[in-house]
């Protein structure tokens, strides 16, 4: 099947832990909404014009996505079983909200796994453009390009006044989502988090967990994206969100200094104890894992941790969640199952690598 690709414990390329102020800023989002001009909204039409609408979007984007030299894979939600849409969840190529739809939908998918196009979810079609680090324009312009293929061959619902029309009148105007996935522990240890939070959202943004709407900010990964999409040109929405993602990077960074300079064998302690749990534990929940992970990476950042690959802690970030933990134990499993099954994940792929703490001692 053509899902099988998308389903396999490989990293997307945008886990690759490349790209500026990585540490930090662990991958950026852009998302555009739109719906075509001649169909209902999709809180309105039937299943035969949701039909009519993924052939049409579909057809495009399989016929002319070559331009933009990338090949896409068309997969119909409808006849995906619950348990895969849940891993492509876990995997950012899908919402949580096309995975419950009850209308036909599908998503296409680039082969490197950076561009999907979502095809009947809140809106008609929504675009997805997935970066490593804090590249905001680059995919920015992925997305874009995209956008303009698309908008060549169909006919968008536009307004000169309010711009893209969308479900959500939230989402009108640029209909653009602009979004930076941060790791933010020292702010969150020394409590600031709370604090620059409400700042934030007084400035027009949002913050949400790791899955975007509704998710908890496990492992101390936050999303921050802007809110307002009408009276702003994509421009300054990108603008204002590298402006105020630069600000908390270096926020970050002086909580990392004070933290170290103030407590630095409280902050080494934590940061082992993490990393003997994620090698040795043979039970571990989702939180207690995230966590962990969140530790071993700030280890990692403050050269306390040598000889890890960031990347495989990126990955185990998407694989210890409990639908991909179940996809490759080829059944169901019950919470503690998952429990011991994330634990041994964690110790296949960690006691591999040749870590050392930054005296040269092995961890073996």
Not at 92 to 101: E, F, V
Not at 144 to 168: I, M
């Amino acid at each position: 099947m053509a899902i099988e690709r998308f389903l396999q414990p490989r990293a997307s390329s945008w886990m690759s832990n490349d790209g500026e102020n990585v540490d930090i800023a662990m991958s950026t989002r852009i998302r555009l909404a739109r719906n075509l001009n001649n169909f209902k909204f999709p809180y309105a039409y039937t299943e035969d014009e949701a039909l009519k609408v993924d052939k049409e979007i579909s057809a495009v984007l399989l016929d002319k996505g070559k331009e933009l030299k990338h090949s896409f894979t068309h997969i119909s939600i409808q006849e995906t079983p619950q348990l895969e849409r849940e891993v492509l969840v876990e995997k950012h190529l899908i919402s949580p909200y096309l995975a419950k739809g009850t209308h036909s939908g599908s998503v296409l998918i680039s082969e490197n796994e950076e561009l999907s196009i979502m095809v009947n979810e809140e809106d008609h079609l929504r675009i997805q453009s997935l970066q490593s680090g804090f590249h905001l324009q680059d995919a920015y312009q992925r997305a874009n390009e995209l956008d303009s293929l698309l908008e060549k061959h169909l006919c968008y619902a536009f307004h000169e006044k309010y711009g893209y029309l969308t479900s959500c009148p939230t989402n009108t105007g640029t209909g653009m989502r602009a979004s930076v996935m941060l790791h933010l522990p020292a702010l969150t240890m020394s409590h600031q988090i709370t604090r620059i939070i409400p700042a934030i959202s007084r400035l027009g943004m949002v913050v949400r967990g790791i899955y975007g709407e509704g998710s908890e900010a496990l492992g101390n990964v936050y999303q921050i994206s802007n809110q307002v999409t009408l009276g702003k040109s994509e421009y300054e929405i990108l603008q204002d969100l590298e402006n105020m993602t630069d600000q908390i990077i270096q926020q970050e960074r002086r909580a990392r200094e004070a933290i170290l300079s103030n407590s630095p064998v409280v902050l080494e302690d934590r940061i082992y104890r993490s990393l003997g749990t994620l090698t040795h534990a043979r039970m571990l929940t989702t939180e207690e894992a995230a966590t962990c992970l969140s530790d071993v990476r700030l280890g990692i950042d403050l050269k306390m941790i040598e000889g890890m690959d960031m990347s495989i802690l990126n990955e185990l970030m998407i694989f210890m969640q409990p639908a991909f933990l179940q996809r490759y134990s080829d059944k169901p499993l019950q919470p503690k199952e998952r429990d011991y099954a994330r634990a041994k994940l964690f110790r296949d792929r960690l006691n591999n690598e040749n870590v050392t703490n930054n005296r040269g001692e092995d961890f073996a």
